[in-house]
Nanobody
């Protein structure tokens, strides 16, 4: 599975961006896709995830009510509204072969990763 993230950029606080994660290759082997982010000097953290079946959707508490994850065939989107300066980070999409709710937020549980896309929110 190959993943390509896009849609990052510079936006003012309160603004919106939509990230896209296009999957190719053996996409049928993937059970869920997630978004993670990593700010300078910080560890990579979970943002949101969506399963292929259901789908079931999960969000980090820090983005609930502001971000929306969705899927259209092999592309997963992350609509980000009401952006804050603390949302500034490199955003990565990732896919995993198996689904376990208990590990949905664990980066090490994801098998495939795309290159990140930078989101910068100015105050």
């Amino acid at each position: 599975v190959q993943l390509q993230a896009s849609g990052g950029g510079l936006v003012q606080a309160g603004g919106s961006l939509r990230l896209s994660c296009a999957a190719s290759g053996r996409t049928f082997s993937s059970s869920a896709t997630g978004w993670f982010r990593q700010a300078p000097g910080k560890e990579r953290e979970f943002v949101a995830a969506i399963t292929w079946n259901g789908p079931a959707i999960y969000y980090a508490d820090s983005v609930k009510g502001r971000f929306t994850i969705s899927r259209d065939n092999a592309t997963v989107y992350l609509q980000m509204n009401s952006l804050k300066p603390e949302d500034t980070a490199v955003y990565y999409c990732a896919a995993r072969n198996t689904f376990h709710r208990a590990t949905m937020q664990r980066a090490s549980a994801y098998n495939y990763w795309g290159r990140g896309t930078l989101v910068t929110v100015s105050s």
